[in-house]
């Protein structure tokens, strides 16, 4: 129901399968420059026609070069699904190597640990305890996330305390084993995989914060404003150790009004509020159109000759240009998209998921910086 993890060996069949149908498409493009070349070099003597009208023939380069356009976005689409795969395999390589390791590592710890106290593993397995969550915390986890379950509290209230339940048991368990390796000196060397992420953008949060929070994001992306609730909360949570970067990501194929918006955040960051009109603009995503954003940027204090000056003269639309490129880079074509101290997280995922990885990069931070 909440949990949307997909295990990593079913993430890289998918994407060993997706390697071998781009890898079609891969040299079929690259013979496709050479023999661009070879028509244009033999067009003139009439061979390697594609056409012919009347006595005129055609080359494949020809052709090629009346629809440049075209042809530019074949290309820039390849690029792009290339990228995206190259960096799904990335991911889902580490994330087989480290589910691996761990198998390994938590194997040998348990022999260790029953091999000392003389027992079968079953036995130290049984001292993992976990208590049933009561209703309270069913009901306040149930709140805390109700715009995403959609569903009265009495529907789910099973599901959220079974799902609250595995929760725990992993967490438990997982320190379980942590405790064993610490004390039979077992230590994964592995680092979480990372992307590197050029933190570039209006920042919230202290510069100095440990933990660094990179989201391309869409203010008409209603999944958006729901994981911006969680970021919210997350900065009252840890106001010294998390900052979180804003890159834009208008999807305007699907938002009509997100790309004006994106601009609008860039405009009113030029006068200084822009995290005045990001909270405003997710607050109300119904008020996103050229009017009401005005209206808005006059409630917050801008002025308002500027705000629509910088608009009018396309140069925000400029600024949008440099995070769609490092989307592109990415590989990114979806929002909400996180990257945790360069760890990639996307979709409206819980606030316990965030908080898992930043705990875990606090509890690294200090021997990173030894």
């Not at 795969?85 to 994330?95: F, G, I, N, P, V």
């Not at 629509?308 to 400029?318: L, N, P």
């Not at 760890?343 to 995922?349: A, F, I, S, T």
Request: charged letters at 30%.
């Amino acid at each position: 129901m909440i949990n949307r993890s997909i295990p990593g060996s079913r993430e890289f069949a998918r994407a060993i399968r997706a390697a071998a149908a781009l890898g079609l498409i891969a040299s079929t493009l690259s013979l496709a420059g050479p023999r661009c070349a070879a028509s244009a070099e033999s067009s003139s003597s009439g061979q390697n026609a594609i056409g012919i009208i009347g006595k005129e023939r055609i080359s494949e380069a020809e052709v090629v070069a009346a629809n440049q356009a075209d042809f530019d976005r074949l290309q820039s689409d390849y690029e792009t699904q290339r990228r995206q795969l190259e960096l799904k395999y990335a991911k889902s390589r580490h994330d087989l190597v480290q589910q691996q390791l761990d198998k390994r590592l938590d194997r040998d710890a348990l022999d260790k640990e029953a091999k000392s106290r003389g027992v079968a593993t079953d036995a130290v397995l049984a001292d993992i305890k976990v208590e049933a969550p009561t209703d309270e915390e069913a009901r306040a986890f149930y709140e805390a996330n109700k715009e995403r379950i959609k569903q009265p509290y009495e529907a789910v209230a099973p599901k959220v305390r079974e799902y609250l339940t595995t929760q725990r048991h992993q967490a438990a368990t997982r320190s379980f084993y942590d405790d064993l390796r610490a004390k039979h000196g077992i230590r994964s060397l592995l680092d979480r995989y990372r992307v590197s992420v050029a933190a570039i953008g209006p920042a919230r949060g202290q510069s100095t914060a440990p933990v660094t929070i990179i989201e391309f994001g869409d203010f008409q992306c209603p999944y958006c404003k729901v994981a911006e609730a969680s970021l919210r909360t997350l900065m009252e949570r840890y106001p010294r150790d998390v900052r979180i970067v804003f890159r834009n990501l208008p999807l305007t194929q699907l938002h009509p009004d997100a790309k004006i918006a994106a601009e609008a955040a860039v405009c009113a960051d030029r006068q200084g509020k822009f995290w005045e009109m990001h909270d405003a603009m997710y607050d109300d995503q119904n008020g996103l159109n050229m009017e009401a954003l005005k209206s808005t940027a006059t409630h917050l204090g801008l002025n308002p000759d500027r705000f629509s000056a910088c608009i009018a003269d396309g140069s925000a639309g400029q600024a949008l240009d440099l995070d769609a490129k490092a989307a592109r880079d990415l590989g990114l074509t979806g929002t909400p998209y996180f990257f945790i101290n360069g760890r990639p997280l996307d979709g409206d995922v819980p606030i316990e998921k965030f908080e898992s990885i930043i705990q875990d990069e606090l509890h690294r931070a200090p021997h990173d910086r030894g």
